[in-house]
């Protein structure tokens, strides 16, 4: 199988496997992971903040950030696609009893001029805003990425206003080896960070939230109520520190595959893509002028050694990650040309 799907996927590599097997570890609800501590140390070192903490996963970094940053009926700004507004069961909503407030973009990018439009009027019978969550890179939006510029405004000008940003930065590393600038650099301005080392840099578990002492605090209170709080985590936090130090120096080539991976798409009838616009690992295109429901191509991509996602009916998402070489991604082209043109072999 070429998986395809997303990259969530990736393997421990044996690398990981052995130091999985080999990490000291303590019980982290008493700070006793030696391994865990120098994950968490190692993030903040990187992304040049006060502290770190390590979560199950994104969905709960982003969750503890608003948690934190937010009140029960307050607003939080977002993008239409964001992750957070989409694929986190509610949880703002469902948890955090906060409002989603959010913005339409064509490319997942906001700015300060859009979201400044939506920011609540200081008056006492308006719920307020009270936090702006920005996705970088922007996932549904196919992996775009915020220039430097324009994440700054939003922070400096939401500051300005009292109001904190958060960054889920899932994937920030992908967006730092796009911009060519060190993660510490472009979510410098940010109150707080979530980034994933399950995604692209290969670990199998685990992300991180970072920021002040303070915040990192709170945070480790909102773990635990949220059954967060984990024991030997060790054995996973050593897989994390491998992902951490080396994932970020092979990004480079998931992204010239990505973009390779466009250019084949875009030869294909009835695919719409446009591969300029492909900045990172994540392809999100159309494929209505295939005349075949996305559904059912991904269903017969399946059947003949490919994953995709399905979005709707229309459009299809594709990761490239490091589990899949230039020659799966040729023979995955050569599928889906077969698929958009009808031929199936599943029933
Ligand atoms: N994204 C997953 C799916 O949930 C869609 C994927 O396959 O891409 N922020 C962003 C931008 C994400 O893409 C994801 C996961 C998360 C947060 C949540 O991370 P986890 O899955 O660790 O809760």
Same mark, same amino acid.
């Given at each position: 199988m070429i998986?395809l799907r997303s990259?969530t996927v990736?393997?421990?590599s044996p690398?990981?496997?052995? &130091?999985?097997a080999?990490?000291e570890v303590g019980d982290?609800?008493?700070?006793e992971?030696?391994t865990?501590n120098?994950? @968490?140390?190692r993030?903040?070192e990187?992304?040049g903040?006060e502290?770190? !903490?390590? !979560?199950?996963?994104?969905?709960m970094?982003?969750l /503890?950030?608003?948690?934190i940053h937010?009140h029960?009926g307050?607003?939080v700004?977002?993008?239409?696609?964001?992750?957070i +507004?989409? +694929?986190?069961?509610?949880?703002m909503?469902?948890v955090?009893?906060?409002?989603?407030r959010s913005i339409p973009?064509d490319?997942g990018?906001?700015h300060?001029? %859009?979201?400044k439009?939506?920011i609540?009027?200081?008056i006492y019978y308006?719920? @307020?805003t *009270?936090? /702006?969550?920005?996705?970088?890179t922007?996932?549904l939006? #196919?992996g775009?990425? +915020?220039?430097?510029?324009?994440?700054?405004?939003?922070?400096d000008?939401a500051?300005e206003l #009292? /109001?904190p940003?958060?960054l889920?930065?899932a994937?920030?590393f992908n967006a730092a080896? +796009?911009?060519k600038r060190?993660?510490?650099e472009?979510?410098?301005?940010f109150?707080?960070v =979530?980034f994933c080392?399950?995604k692209?840099?290969?670990a199998?578990?685990?992300?991180?939230?970072?920021g002040t002492?303070?915040f990192i605090?709170?945070a480790r209170v909102?773990?635990?109520?949220?059954?967060g709080?984990?024991?030997q985590a060790?054995?996973?936090?050593?897989? #994390?520190l491998?992902?951490l130090?080396k994932g970020p120096?092979?990004?480079e080539?998931?992204h010239r595959?990505?973009?390779?991976? &466009?250019? #084949?798409?875009?030869r294909i009838?009835?695919?719409? /893509?446009?591969? *300029?616009?492909?900045?990172?690992?994540? $392809?999100?295109f159309?494929?209505?002028g295939?005349g075949?429901?996305?559904?059912?191509?991904?269903?017969?991509?399946?059947? =003949?050694?490919?994953m &995709?996602?399905a979005?709707?009916a229309e459009?299809?998402?594709m990761?490239t990650h $490091?589990?899949?070489?230039?020659?799966?991604?040729d %023979?995955a082209?050569?599928?889906? *040309?077969r698929?958009a043109?009808?031929?199936t072999?599943?029933a």
């Open positions: 998986d990259d990736t393997k421990p690398e990981m496997r052995r &130091a999985m080999e990490a982290d609800v008493y700070l992971d030696p865990v120098r994950l @968490q140390d993030a903040a990187i992304f903040r502290a770190a !903490l390590f !979560l199950p996963s994104g969905s970094g982003n /503890i950030a608003i948690k937010t029960h307050n607003e700004i977002c993008e239409e696609r964001g992750h +507004y989409n +694929y986190e069961m509610a949880a909503a469902f955090g009893g906060v409002l989603p973009t490319d990018i906001l300060w001029d %859009q979201v439009a939506q609540r009027p200081k308006r719920a @307020q *009270a936090l /702006i969550s920005l996705e970088n922007h996932n939006a #196919g775009t990425v +915020y220039p430097k510029e324009v994440s700054d405004e939003i922070c000008r500051h #009292g /109001i940003v958060h889920d930065g994937r920030v080896t +796009y911009l060190p993660v510490r472009i979510t410098a301005r109150d707080s =979530q080392v399950s692209g840099l290969g199998p578990i685990g992300s991180l939230l970072v002492r303070d605090e709170k909102y773990r635990k109520v949220f059954g709080g984990m024991r060790g054995v996973i936090a050593a897989a #994390g491998i992902a130090e120096l092979r990004l080539e998931d595959n990505a973009r390779h991976l &466009a250019e #084949g798409l875009a009838p009835g695919v719409k /893509i446009d591969p *300029a616009k492909v900045q990172t690992n994540i $392809l999100v159309d494929v209505s295939t075949i429901d996305a559904h059912d191509i991904a269903k017969e991509l399946a059947a =003949q050694g490919v &995709a996602g979005f709707s459009v299809m998402r990761c $490091l589990d899949v070489s230039r020659a799966q991604i %023979q082209l050569e599928i889906f *040309a698929v043109a009808g031929q072999v599943s």
